[in-house]
């Protein structure tokens, strides 16, 4: 069982920044896809986007392209999730999500399903 630890997020204004970061408690995350998930209330989980073991990031969301980021730490063992601009409408919850094949889906409405573990979920909130 892999488990991932989120931390990062919080309460910030409009075009503020804010990253999220994500860790495997047992081993680095070298070998694996990295999804970036996030929920509304009432809403469902939407992906953002991909970082693969190679470092090469696919993108999900037309709604965070250009302002969103993933990058993987020096020694593999963190992910990063960098948020820029952001709007009220980014408010949700924002998870973390290891794909073990190293690969990010792509072209299938139903991604959440390729990804094998999630982190908790870390809160942002962007409010004046």
């Known amino acids: 069982q892999l488990h991932l630890v989120e931390s990062g997020g919080g309460f910030i204004g409009p075009g503020g920044s804010l990253q999220i970061s994500c860790v495997a408690s047992?081993?680095?995350?070298?070998?694996?896809?990295i999804g970036w998930f996030r929920q509304a209330p009432g809403k469902e989980r939407e992906g953002l986007l991909c970082i693969n073991e190679y470092g090469r990031t696919t993108d999900y969301s037309d709604a965070v392209k250009g302002r969103f980021t993933a990058s993987r730490s020096v020694d593999k063992r963190t992910v990063h999730l960098q948020m820029n601009d952001l709007k009220p409408e980014d408010t949700a919850s924002y998870y973390c999500?290891?794909?073990?094949?190293?690969?990010?889906?792509?072209?299938?409405?139903?991604?959440?399903?390729?990804?094998?573990?999630w982190g908790q979920g870390s809160q942002v909130t962007v409010s004046s």
């Open positions: 999500a290891v794909d073990v094949n190293g690969i990010c889906p792509y072209g299938d409405s139903d991604l959440p399903k390729y990804f094998n573990y």
């Open positions: 047992e081993f680095t995350m070298e070998d694996y896809a």
